[in-house]
Structure formats: C-alpha cells, structure tokens
C-alpha cells in the first residue's frame, strides 16, 4: 500500500510558477510510474504528466506541453510537477497517483492505483 502527499500549492498570479511535490511512503517508490492529475470546479478530472520508473520518458497533455515539467527522485521517493508560465485555467485540485502495472507510464487514470488527497492551485489573473 503507497501513500502519497502533495503538497506546493497555492495562489500565484497569471504567468508566475509553482512546483508541487508529491511524497510517497508505504510502498517501492521506484516500481511505480507516476502521474499528475487535475480536476477543476465542475469538470472532470483530466490528465496532465506522466513519468517513468526510471524517470526517463515523460509524457504531457497539450494544455500543459511546454510549460510543466514532471521529475522524480526515486532516492527521495518523490516526484515533482514544476509548473511555469501558469494560466488562469490551469486553476484546479492537482492530485498525484501512482501506477504498478502500465509498463511505462499511462495517462489512462484508470491504470493507477494509489492516489494522493491533492492540493489546491489557484491562478489570478
């Protein structure tokens, strides 16, 4: 059983950044890819960044493509979403989640396993 934490959100203006952190516990960090997730007021919950095992193929939603980017420390047993030039519809509950079975990484939320409570983010504009 893997517990996961977020944590890094918080309010930031249009065009600031923000890096969450999600730490896991309980379990093998490094046997799990991992993924970002968000869900905004009255929408469903989307995709946003998946990361490897190893950390070395990543994979990103258009609407982030560019200006996100997802790492991990597996001596840490955390991963990272670095969140830059932000968008007012980028607001949203970020949740990360971990994946024991996809051989890479999926984007497909429903291949994860353990999620985390999430953790706010708000972009003013």
């Known amino acids: 059983q893997v517990q996961l934490v977020e944590s890094g959100g918080g309010l930031v203006q249009a065009g600031g950044s923000l890096r969450l952190s999600c730490a896991a516990s309980?379990?093998?960090?490094?046997?799990?890819?991992m993924g970002w997730f968000r869900q905004a007021p009255g929408k469903e919950r989307e995709f946003v960044a998946c990361i490897s095992r190893s950390g070395g193929y990543t994979y990103y939603s258009d609407s982030v493509k560019g200006r996100f980017t997802i790492s991990r420390d597996n001596a840490k047993n955390t991963v990272y979403l670095q969140m830059n030039s932000l968008k007012p519809e980028d607001t949203a509950v970020y949740y990360c989640a971990a994946d024991r079975r996809s051989p890479v990484y999926s984007q497909n939320e429903v291949t994860y396993d353990y999620w985390g409570q999430g953790t706010q983010v708000t972009v003013s504009s």
């Open positions: 309980g379990g093998t960090f490094s046997n799990h890819a």
